[in-house]
């Protein structure tokens, strides 16, 4: 079955410095997104991304973010400036047309110290 | 906007006895419902989902879902847990789909911990 793949699985940073955070989606997928879950709170959405740009933000994806489709096959979320409440865990997911295929990655845990 | 309730963060439950998660949404739109779960260190997984049709959708493992637009809740049920079932379950909902247009973003319920004991 096709998977979304994420990397790194775990990432530990210093505040202040930039991360990157990898997703390939699934290959004939259209959209994709990025959600954070802090630890134990609710899954919650970044930024969803069709056409090649952004299609809808939530307040969380400030200046600080970024996303990037590079080469049509990588997802790419920046985070410029890393804070202590950037810790969290990012999933990356993708889907095709309507809401079937909606698939998460396995995410990546980051942790700012 | 849309918003999610999930009425209980926790429910313990013994193993081989039926089991109902609660969720109940809010949108002045139509709406997709999924529920997902996530196993310790784990991601998301799709367990079932409504868009449309029938209201009893049944999903992976043994788990089913009804759709109650008059009561705006979207429960989960198993009829018999076991202790592979213990994790955390979510609620999601989307907008539907307006003239094709719909980018899918989902809004999730807070959790709620299903813990199964033998």
């Known amino acids: ?113 | 906007a849309q918003s999610v309730t999930q009425l209980d963060s926790q429910v313990p439950v013994f193993e081989e006895a039926p089991v109902e998660l609660r969720c109940n949404y809010s949108s002045s739109v139509s709406v997709y419902l999924f529920w997902y779960v996530q196993y310790p260190n784990q991601g998301l997984q799709l367990l079932l989902k409504y868009l449309s049709g029938s209201t009893l959708v049944k999903g992976i493992n043994g788990f089913e879902a009804e759709f109650n637009k008059s009561q705006t809740s979207f429960h989960l049920r198993k009829p018999s847990v076991h202790i592979s079932d213990t994790a955390e379950y979510f609620c999601a909902v989307s907008v539907a789909n307006a003239g094709g247009t719909s980018y899918g973003k989902l809004t999730f319920g807070q959790g709620t911990i299903l813990t199964v004991h033998p």
């Open chain 1, 1 to 113: 079955e096709p998977e979304v793949t994420q990397t790194p699985s775990h990432q530990v940073t210093q505040m202040g410095q930039e991360v990157i955070l990898r997703c390939v989606p699934i290959s004939n997928h259209l959209y994709f997104y990025w959600y954070r879950q802090i630890l134990g709170q609710k899954v919650e959405f970044l930024v969803s991304f069709y056409n090649n740009e952004i299609s809808e933000k939530s307040e969380i994806f400030d200046d600080q973010f970024s996303v990037e489709r590079p080469d049509g096959s990588n997802f790419t979320l920046k985070i410029r400036s890393t804070k202590l409440e950037d810790s969290a865990m990012y999933f990356c997911a993708s889907r095709g047309q309507g809401h079937y295929g909606y698939t998460f990655g396995s995410g990546t845990r980051l942790t700012v110290v």
